[in-house]
């Protein structure tokens, strides 16, 4: 089964370590033409000569599927299910009758192709880019009017595919997330559970390329905004901090986002299955609000030197989305079926609240008044309904960890965010942002005093998005240390600060290390790639 | 002829109702008609016990939206501080349409009342198993809230007098009564309890303090108003968890309930406009409120195909649309007077006139058909003739 594929390498696994994006980039930007087997043949000489063979008896050992030519993956969720029929076919469940299994699509395919083109090469690339295919935008679609363009011959085949395969499922339900994945991010595969691409060689780079990855973007602007703060805030200007510590930071924020964003904005364009099955994701989907919170902070850590005042008009600009995505999330929580909130409430819900706070932060600062107080009201009653759900632990609920783990940090985030939003929306620290204030900092040490608890945990991205809370806690210890000056308050601002700096640092390190030394910063992505078996109980 | 028709009927109705009741009930409604017979000529009792055994409380939700309808249009006619041309135009309606609209709401509830009183004469057992009900007992507060409206809105009744101390508190005690009853049951019950009963309609009991309370500020009865604003609130919050959270799924209302989601957004509603009479001044708790409010309005909105079951045929449930909107739109003429931008007015605009559209057309729509009004296998009646009466 998935075994055979062992032999058959892909063009980027040589080179994904080293520099995927550039490769793969490079290899679909650069052809005008993108079809992706005319750029396997150019690659094809890096693949050793075994494979070639090992293709052969892959494509006439496989049994055919039962159900006739599956159409090509021009919804590439139905794709999904076929390749897990495909090469699954001997544990897989009976077919629906409604997908067609594309395990065709690959037999049937590289046979003509082989016997029209009389080589073995393109097959491979064709073999293997065919099981990412179903990750991809309008693959199939695409690659077969490329191909009649060119006058290939398995037109035919793909035409018939096309006609018969049915187009149109709904969405990938929330309950075969829990089934197949396990851990506080539902990252790791079940035992019992199989996944539709192939597991032991390095999937193309923008498929493991998660959405968490915007988490560096949050860690790092919160930086800069901290650093801000810390310039300019009256109790630690004893520090003698100077601004460019903000400024640098925040270049270095601008860039990370644009590098991320780029990279993200190519995904949803390639892959575009592959994004929607992170946006069905529980907890991946809690990070599409991550962007946002971005901007927002960026707007709020910019430089004096950059711009002292920023034009209202940009606020409206970065909550519309936002309010639009929330719309979505917080009527699934309430009104949905599957996705309701006892089912899948977990810490990282928390990114979805919190971006509420920041928003009313930055509107309130930049003298919006009717504005922030409608995102800093919304975002406090589904705060309190998330809070109360997190704390119950309700049976229903089965991603919250039994062991603390940093995802646990991000319940710091929006008592911190609103304390100041609110102060800035009162004009003064008065009664309600200091209550918040000691809010956030009591669930700051409840966690800090646990901290021997935290160990063991596989390092993550996203761990940089659970950088941030500490950083809002920090910022928020100076706004409270300047409404109320002593030596503690000073004191404990300061200590803040340097723990959240130590911590990011810490991060920092860490990611180079898995960059560069072990490479295993963007390991294949499991969590988008479980198959879409209907859950027979006997799979449980 | 007629009277054929009427006996031919209400005798049709009647064979259908047997089935329908437990043995029990039935043997009970064999006395109550021997009783009856002893006052009505045969035709009129059994097309009267027709009604009655099909009654609900659910049908106050007419007098709820009416009463709303009244208390918007009060609040628009009166003084006002808003100088905008919105404000003007809708100054202009005219005081006897007012008071036409106000009386009309206040024949409907007084039949509505009275029909709810012979029931509960009459078919004791019917209204006890409403009571036990989940859904049917939350209605039990409807009656109360539409006279603390109808009252609130009452063109001749001002607030600081004699009359109307004592009309609240003879409202208001038994919404307070209804209170400790069914809130008590939340929280000795234990939490489990709530969350198995807990639906939309369980707003309705907060919305009864909320509206006791806006109608104790008006008075000058701050102390009462806090009392109750607070009580709401308080369970409002307990229950706005318990509902987002939806433990048990979507399984304890039907289909055909579904328009009573608008409920999520009339709490709120009514909560800022309770504390906007108690504190004088649509402040910032107020506007947090609104504002919560409007966004799951908008988030219900969005989402049309949650309510496509429940509007395929027509029943007393549509009208649970109208009294939400009425009040969200009252709110939002309170928060265009306090914020006075084109925004604020616009919104206040569209509000009003969707609530006016919707209590129109629903009004029309029901007299037109009043045959459909109490059908003879109503989903919703049948709810509570369900065995949870217990000998």
């Avoid at chain 2, 009183?117 to 009459?122: E, H, M, T, V």
């Avoid at chain 2, 009043?370 to 065995?387: A, E």
Wanted: aromatic share 12%.
């Amino acid at each position: 089964m998935d075994n055979r594929e062992n032999h058959v390498s892909i063009e980027l696994q040589e080179s994904a370590s080293a520099e995927p994006v550039p490769d793969l980039l490079k290899l679909i930007t650069s052809n005008e033409v993108v079809v992706f087997d005319t750029i396997m043949p150019e690659s094809e000489t890096s693949v050793p000569s075994n494979g070639h063979q090992r293709k052969f008896s892959i494509s006439i050992s496989m049994p055919s599927s039962p159900t006739g030519a599956a159409s090509a993956g021009t919804k590439n969720v139905l794709d999904v299910e076929d390749n897990g029929k495909g090469f699954n076919d001997s544990s897989s469940v009976e077919a629906p009758s409604k997908p067609k299994p594309k395990g065709d699509k690959f037999l049937s395919q590289p046979m003509p192709k082989g016997s029209v083109f009389g080589e073995a090469a393109p097959n491979i690339k064709k073999l293997k880019d065919k099981r990412f295919n179903s990750f991809k935008t309008w693959s199939g679609r695409l690659e077969r009017q490329l191909s009649n363009l060119r006058g290939r011959q398995e037109s035919e085949s793909e035409s018939e595919e096309e006609s018969t395969q049915n187009l149109g499922r709904e969405a990938f339900p929330v309950d075969r997330y829990f089934n197949a994945l396990e851990g506080p991010e539902l990252e790791t595969l079940r035992a019992s559970e199989e996944i539709v691409l192939p597991d032991d060689k390095t999937w193309p780079f923008l498929l493991r390329y998660p959405i968490s990855s915007f988490g560096i973007c949050l860690g790092v602007s919160s930086q800069a905004v901290m650093w801000k703060t810390l310039a300019t805030a009256t109790s630690t200007k004893f520090l003698h901090i100077s601004l460019t510590v903000n400024l640098i930071l925040w270049w270095i924020s601008i860039a990370l986002v644009a590098a991320v964003s780029s990279v993200y904005l190519t995904k949803v364009v390639l892959y575009l299955e592959a994004v929607r099955r992170e946006y069905y994701h529980p907890i991946r989907v809690n990070f599409f609000f991550a962007p946002w919170i971005v901007l927002l902070f960026l707007a709020l850590g910019v430089p004096p030197s950059v711009a002292t005042t920023l034009p209202v008009a940009l606020w409206y600009v970065l909550m519309t989305p936002f309010l639009f995505l929330e719309l979505k999330i917080y009527g699934q929580w309430m009104l949905g079926d599957q996705r309701r909130l006892s089912k899948v409430a977990n810490p990282t819900n928390h990114l979805s609240v919190v971006g509420n706070f920041v928003g009313a932060l930055l509107g309130a600062s930049m003298g919006l008044k009717e504005g922030p107080i409608f995102f800093f009201a919304v975002g406090l009653a589904h705060y309190t309904v998330l809070f109360v759900t997190l704390n119950q632990r309700l049976p229903t609920n089965e991603t919250l960890p039994k062991d603390l783990h940093p995802v646990f940090f991000l319940f710091v985030a929006a008592p911190s965010v609103a304390s100041m939003a609110w102060a800035n929306i009162q004009g003064s620290f008065d009664y309600g942002s200091r209550i918040t204030y000691f809010i956030a900092l009591f669930l700051y040490f409840s966690l800090a005093v646990r901290v021997n608890f935290f160990r063991g945990f596989k390092f993550s991205l996203a761990w940089w998005a659970y950088t941030f809370p500490m950083t809002s806690a920090a910022i928020a210890s100076m706004r409270y240390s300047s409404a109320v000056t002593s030596v503690l308050t000073q004191t404990l601002s300061v200590i803040l600060s340097v723990v959240a700096t130590l911590t990011v640092t810490a991060l920092l390190v860490t990611t180079i290390v898995h960059a560069f030394v072990l490479r295993d910063l963007f390991p294949n992505d499991i969590a988008i790639a479980i198959s879409d078996r209907k859950p027979k109980p006997q799979n449980r | 002829m007629a009277l054929t028709i009427i006996s031919m009927a209400s005798l049709r109705s009647e064979t259908q109702i047997v089935p329908v009741n437990s043995p029990q009930a039935s043997s009970f409604t064999t006395t109550v008609q021997s009783s009856l017979s002893a006052v009505f000529p045969s035709r009129i009792k059994h097309s009267l016990s027709s009604i009655l055994t099909k009654f609900h409380a659910g049908y106050f939700r007419i007098s709820l939206s009416l009463g709303g309808q009244a208390l918007l249009w009060k609040t628009l006619i009166g003084p006002t501080h808003d100088k905008s041309t919105l404000r003007h135009v809708v100054h202009m309606f005219h005081p006897t349409a007012f008071l036409l609209l106000w009386c009309f709401a206040l024949f409907i509830l007084s039949l509505l009342s009275l029909l709810y009183i012979l029931r509960c004469f009459f078919y004791f057992k019917m209204v006890k198993a409403e009571f036990l009900h989940h859904v049917g007992v939350n209605y039990l507060f409807a009656p109360w809230i539409s006279w603390l409206l109808l009252l609130q809105s009452a063109p001749f009744v001002a607030p600081k007098t004699t009359s109307y101390l004592v009309l609240w508190w003879f409202f208001a005690v038994p919404v307070v009564a209804l209170d400790v009853k069914i809130y008590g049951h939340w929280f000795t019950k234990g939490k489990k309890f709530l969350s198995t009963v807990a639906n939309p309609t369980s707003q309705i009991s907060v919305i009864g303090n909320l509206v006791g309370a806006q109608a104790a500020a008006s008075m000058g009865w701050k102390e009462c108003a806090v009392c109750l604003f607070s009580l709401g609130m308080v369970h409002y919050l307990v229950l706005l968890v318990t509902l987002y959270q939806r433990f048990s799924g979507s399984d304890r209302l039907p289909a055909m309930l579904r328009p009573v989601f608008f409920l999520f957004f009339a709490a709120p509603s009514v909560a800022s406009l309770a504390w906007e009479s108690i504190t004088g001044a649509f402040d910032t708790a107020s506007k947090m409120l609104f504002f919560l409010s409007l966004f799951l309005f908008t988030s219900l909105v969005f989402r049309p195909a949650l309510f496509k079951r429940s509007m395929r045929r027509f029943n007393v449930a549509w009208w649970a649309y109208s009294f939400p909107l009425t009040i969200l739109a009252l709110a939002s003429t309170e928060y265009a007077e306090e914020v006075k931008g084109s925004i604020a007015h616009i919104l206040m605009f569209l509000l009003l006139s969707l609530s006016v559209l919707v209590s129109l057309g629903l009004t029309i729509f029901t007299l037109l058909n009043t045959r459909m009004l109490l059908p003879d296998n109503d989903p919703i009646s049948g709810l509570y003739h369900l065995p949870i009466v217990s000998p």
